[in-house]
């Protein structure tokens, strides 16, 4: 099992930057293929980035093509979002999620979940 902690969200102007960290508990967090969703007011969860155990291979949302940057520390256990050129449309409740297994886009495939970080981006 494993338990995933999302930090690094906030309050924002448009243009700015974030990089939103996720600490995975556990021995077996290199094994986890992780990913990055959003959900605003209202809306669905939706798919941000993806990256596989070992970091080879990344794959993002056409929204975010270009101004976000998936990463992991496998020996710190940390996966994380950089995110540039912040849009008022990138705000949002942001998750990290863990399964084992092929990439996929679709939430309900990922069988961990952190608790989700508020980023608020103010044009």
């Known amino acids: 099992q494993v338990q995933l902690v999302e930090s690094g969200g906030g309050l924002v102007q448009a243009g700015d930057s974030l990089r939103l960290s996720c600490a995975a508990s556990?021995?077996?967090?290199?094994?986890?293929?992780m990913g990055w969703f959003r959900q605003a007011p209202g809306k669905e969860r939706e798919f941000v980035a993806v990256i596989s155990p070992t970091g080879g291979f990344t794959s993002y949302a056409d929204s975010v093509k270009g101004r976000c940057t998936i990463s992991r520390d496998n020996a710190k256990n940390t996966a994380y979002l950089q995110m540039n050129s912040l849009k008022p449309e990138d705000t949002a409740v942001y998750y990290c999620?863990?399964?084992?297994?092929?990439?996929?886009?679709?939430?309900?495939?990922?069988?961990?979940w952190g608790q989700g970080t508020q980023v608020t981006v103010s044009s």
């Open positions: 999620a863990a399964r084992r297994g092929l990439p996929s886009q679709a939430p309900a495939a990922y069988d961990y």
């Open positions: 556990g021995r077996t967090f290199s094994s986890y293929l």
